[in-house]
């Protein structure tokens, strides 16, 4: 994996594991068409009952080959007591205006029964678009250059509050690269040992079979944007998306 | 299956294999538990590109003894133009009297995309609640008596426009009882001819894996209550539902 | 005008001069485009207090002429009373499985202080995208054959109650067509007299201006899709859309 | 109680009983201060278990008495049976282009535990809002002149389903006239006998003390407008709100 | 008042007398029904302009008696400013980890024209939640073991800014308690003197009144899970709840 | 500009140039209704590509006296990195308990694909009404003394997130002063070079079209308040907004 090429597209999220359960599918399938794909993880993710911070580092970079990734980084904030701030803000736009993606990614959602760090780095990612942009600042972002984003797209965790009022809401077809999302979400042997890889696949599998089926598609994965899509030709938005017949609807 | 004896539930959806492809797991499962279920139609679905109403009837019929439902009955509206009005809720409650259920479950949603029959049925499901109790009235529903009914839970279509703004939503486990759920659809082959089956099997797993997976199931069903449930012992209400240790939570 | 030809897309809405102030610009763009559009008309509008159902039908034309539409029709259905059920569904059917569109666009939202019609237009339209597609059932639309249509879209009325919820919406780029919009506003002379015209011109170039400016377009038109968009290529998706750079921003 | 003057406000709502429960303050205060006021009932209530409907419409002009209503009018529509289109609509708008308000108050919201005509009510009274200023249609209204009603507010119906999405709420302070309130609903003796009478006041002051609450008042009553209210000076509008001091405020 | 003893429930919010206003029937219903109840405010609340820190203490050690509340704690933090944040996580997740409850109880909703605390108290109440099950931790937490927390439940304060989309509402019967609330409030007389009390008093049994009415319950208390609820008997769930005869609703 | 007079309002935002986009209008109509009025920028809003500290400062007491504003202050606090906390909290309150406004006006939203000022600027505003009035703690603010603050009312910023869910909207009509509105923003001349301006010009004026238009208003802003208002005469409310007649309605 290199380190200093431009890419299209940076996935960004707290833990290790985290991207690959969110947006592994998409991942690989931007990949295989050809994009060049970033992972920038937040922390390390530890402590965890089962793991360490060497093995997770290894099963991270492990499931970033699976997924193909060209780049993938660990930003080596702290697990557990991530809060916005500029000092995060400085730590994730560095990495943003070294790669100067076009397109950011980031989670959206309080998991009010699980990490408070899901939704602090929501804020982080959000501050940061604006902050790849900012001139006369590049001290702050180890001497980088501005790089303004076009977009902040969301993936919004499911079930998570606050996650809604978005301007539009797209779903990719992940049918094909299911099953190297799972793949690499066994890289994380630390964290899902056992019965509880098990659930979790069936968990993964049920959701991605769910959120694809909005759209007529075996697998898919949700994400959202936070204005909508603007088009010159309606109908080329429209047409792109392969509507199954009638006799392919789950419902009618 | 007799057809004059007292039920505790009584499930109403406007096409046979609405019922079984919505709330199959939960009917199966109350009935293994000792309940009395009704599943009354509102409409014979047809028709449809294949089938027609004798082969219908059969199929809804087929999937209610395999579900175990007490009951089933047809109300013989009309497909495909059902309109809420006084004479579909003359024709609902009736039945909702001569059975006298202590609580009654609808679909909820206006599915945009397909029969304008479930929003529909929806209306007139919320006002048969209603007119079930209604004094005074006998003549408009068979010469039954007025019954009240304690409850009205809605059965929510996924991703279906005007479903929200519940007072409580829970989940009902159906991993016991999922492969039933699956065998009742299964009985109408006239909709659901050779890839199309596969192809509804995957998304109704999914679905079932999705809702259920908000609680720590392997499948669920998600069902809404218009008010907050009521409650003398809050511990009580919580204590009965088993959650999932932190080894098992799908993410953490 | 031809009028049997098939199209592209059909807009729709209640009464002549709706489509035209909500849908407007984007109708003479596709057109411009290459692509076949139709306008459907459901009532002639009248009675009005300075029109008269001739001049309101000569105005339709000549602003459907203005647009460049290939296809206007009216349903004939009666103003003011306008009610969702099988008769105005079959009437707006027949004319969608004879042109065969691929979308077809409706009006979204109670305009609770105007017209009762445009919220019924809605619920009617919603139906007539099913009912386009059902087999076994020419009799009821002049004996034309079934028609899927891909995709059912809305134009949501500004600040209407009951519009939200959507899957995805997007905007058009309608600033080389918002002096073609406003010349086929200006049609209906009966309607827009003097000062009403000048009034109403000044909201629909502002109203234009906001919903474009969402999108970083000078002019546009905001519509809706119930789910959401499906994607094999997200970065295609958001690829086509030209973001403004940072300086060409309103705010920042 | 005269018939043919002009009003300066119109209450409806489908049953006697129903206008008295949710805004009896706020007509009793209108009337002191001196306004006009017109409460206008849909139905006669009737049947219900204890009520008949001579029983009925003498409790109806008795609670009008009672809170000092100019017009008390009922329209004879059909109780539980209420649904909205033209000939309800041009019932309740020849009553309105009579007495010429500007302001009408409809309630909102779906009781879908409860009657289905609240909510079919509710759609009536939009709809009546525009009829009544309807031109070239006299003969639909009694040949009545078009009349143009300023302002359509609602009385949202607490928990109901569907009552949200508004432009703006008020709260009327009804500390002066909530005994007024609970005298007129004493007047409905077959609808609320004995311990149905003391709970339903327990009620009516809980909900009075809790909306009222909300603006420091000790009971009030809340209603709401589908759009943002307009104003020249914002100041006048916050200045006439006498804002409670902090040692009168409920929490701080 | 032991101190170490295990706790079936323990409800927190940032300043004696939150929590006995908020969520003091509940409290006392508990612990009258035989659990092991704590309450944990997080500041002393002073100053105030009638307060002081001793004797805002002892009113909150005699409040928690009215209640019979087996363990009342506060954790010193500074009124006024509390943020959310790694240190008054490890507070109150070392208490947590102590006492080791089923259910933790936690305020929701952003007070935005009164203390900024009440929304700084959810967020660490919602991380909290997450970090009392921690493991190798326990150097943070006093040394104490890692204590998985079953339940989150919110208590959303009426009318806040953000208290909403939970998965499930519900209401505890608080008739039996109401009158031990209203004394444990009168144990701050540096808070409610005189007419404040009385002021008070009103708008805390109108609440009750209200949240109680929406279940047929003279008073109660609303509280709100971030999930819906999972059950496997659903009659069960709700044959728990007595539904109030017609004879007895506030409206029908 | 006088600086030590009463005022009756505050406007404030977190950059020189936010107040004068959003509530040019307002402050310039308020002035010449003959109210004193504040604009509080909280920052230099400094560095930016064309902009430096001195030169932006002029802009702002530049733009301040086109508009009328009796005082302009700015806190000082720095520009990118605004975080709620004591500290900010502490800086407006007290230039708040020196002009003891009775209303004070902030934005609302996050404004996700632009700066993470706007959302903490919103944050800081509503914990600062509250400590306007706090006592015992005249040191932390300049010793001032404690003053309580009638009305928090929002500026929502068009289509951000998280701005939603108010008590009550009002517009206030600026047809009079959008040309002075445009005038203060042309101060900004380091921030809105040539085209800059052109596009600006263009959207501020679309906006203010639109949000008046919703009202009957050639221009207007949009406002919004967290709670309803409360009345006493809710005929005058509604009285003092000038509905325009039917001819002069957008649509009808």
């Known amino acids: 994996m290199g380190k200093s090429t431009t890419l299209d597209i940076v996935f960004t999220a707290p833990h290790?594991?985290?991207?690959?359960?969110?947006?592994?599918?998409?991942?690989?399938?931007?990949?295989?068409?050809?994009?060049?794909?970033?992972?920038?993880h937040m922390t390390n993710g530890e402590p965890t009952p089962y793991g360490d911070p060497d093995t997770r580092m290894k099963e991270m970079r492990a499931a970033a080959d699976v997924l193909g990734a060209q780049v993938c980084e660990n930003l080596g904030l702290t697990n557990r007591v991530l809060m916005d701030g500029p000092e995060p803000r400085f730590a994730l736009a560095s990495v943003l205006r070294k790669y100067k993606p076009r397109v950011l990614v980031g989670i959206a959602g309080r998991t009010v029964a699980a990490s408070p760090d899901h939704y602090q780095a929501q804020l982080i990612t959000e501050a940061t678009r604006f902050y790849s942009q900012l001139t006369k600042w590049n001290e702050r972002f180890d001497d980088t250059e501005p790089h303004p984003i076009d977009h902040l797209v969301y993936r919004p965790i499911a079930r998570s509050a606050g996650a809604g009022g978005f301007g539009a809401q797209f779903v990719v077809d992940i049918t094909a690269t299911i099953d190297q999302k799972i793949e690499a979400i066994a890289c994380y042997k630390s964290q899902f040992p056992g019965e509880r890889f098990r659930r979790l696949e069936?968990?993964?599998?049920?959701?991605?079979?769910?959120?694809?089926?909005?759209?007529?598609?075996?697998?898919?994965?949700?994400?959202?944007?936070?204005?909508?899509?603007?088009?010159?030709?309606?109908?080329?938005?429209?047409?792109?998306w392969p509507v199954p017949s009638i006799v392919d609807r789950p419902r009618f």
Do not use: N, W
């Open 16 to 40: 290790p594991d985290d991207l690959e359960i969110g947006s592994g599918g998409t991942i690989a399938s931007l990949v295989k068409q050809g994009y060049r794909v970033g992972m920038v």
């Open 202 to 240: 069936h968990y993964v599998r049920s959701l991605a079979g769910y959120e694809g089926g909005g759209c007529g598609y075996e697998y898919g994965e949700l994400f959202a944007l936070p204005r909508p899509i603007g088009v010159t030709d309606p109908l080329a938005l429209l047409g792109k």
